[in-house]
């Protein structure tokens, strides 16, 4: 069994029947180890996004995140990243609508930064994603649960 942080943006976490619609399908595919809404503050953010730091879309990205609340889910299934990853789809919005028009950025992202959701693109960045938005998970706990049922 395989964690991911899944991270729906302000602009959908507003937006009812999306919240709605995209919590449904998490359900159907992953079981939720713990969910909360986060307010993602500067500070939070430079640390989140440190390794796009001095890139073009750095600040306009940092500032959207900063201008509401967030919806983060520790999320775990077989293979979660790439399923996750999936049922996003592409992180360019254009390139969702035309390759994958069901796709979860396909049908509430607005544009790169807008593009509805984030998730993690490997383990790594699982855990350290997750680490900064639930500090108080304890990974070592959910391991044990696991070996107890396999």
């Given at each position: ?11 959908v ?16 595919n ?12 500067k500070?939070l ?12 879309f ?10 509401g ?14 399923k996750?990853r ?5 992180t ?7 390759s ?11 544009s ?30 959910v ?8």
């Amino acid at each position: 069994m395989e964690i991911t942080l899944a991270l729906i943006k302000p602009h959908v976490l507003r937006n009812t029947y999306a919240m709605q619609q995209i919590r449904a399908l998490i359900a159907q595919n992953f079981t939720v180890l713990d969910q909360k809404e986060v307010h993602i503050t500067k500070e939070l953010s430079a640390k989140f996004y440190a390794e796009h730091r001095g890139k073009f879309f750095y600040h306009r990205l940092t500032s959207f995140m900063n201008s509401g609340p967030c919806y983060a889910l520790i999320l775990q299934s077989e293979a979660c990243i790439k399923k996750w990853r999936g049922l996003l789809g592409p992180t360019k919005v254009f390139r969702a609508v035309y390759s994958d028009p069901d796709c979860i950025r396909a049908l509430y992202g607005l544009s790169d930064t807008r593009n509805a959701c984030h998730g993690s693109d490997s383990e790594e960045s699982a855990m350290r994603e997750i680490g900064i938005l639930f500090p108080e998970f304890k990974l070592d706990a959910v391991s044990r649960e696991v070996k107890k049922k396999t």
